[in-house]
């Protein structure tokens, strides 16, 4: 599962990125913090559905599908309000 298939509202543990350290969108996406067994919370979409807003380590970011789609999660969870 990807992290575009995590709906809002829940939260996927990050399992790794598909591509390597040559790869430019993985090692941004790793840069920016997407390493594996950290928790990413999915805030909201737009309206057409592309761009997500995530938050994990303490930041929000937006990412269009094509980026999320290269992060790979396990199920997710509810977040407790």
């Not at 969108?25 to 559905?49: K, N, Q, Y």
């Not at 937006?62 to 407790?80: I, M």
């Amino acid at each position: 599962m990807t992290l575009t298939d995590v709906d809002v509202g829940k939260i996927g543990k990050i399992s790794g990125i598909n591509g390597n350290q040559s790869d430019p969108v993985a090692r941004r996406l790793s840069d920016l913090g997407f390493l594996s067994a950290t928790d990413v919370e999915v805030m909201r979409r737009s309206p057409f559905g592309d761009p997500t807003v995530y938050r994990l380590r303490g930041y929000e970011i937006c990412l269009r599908s094509d980026q999320a789609n290269r992060v790979d999660v396990v199920r997710g969870e509810d977040v407790l309000s």
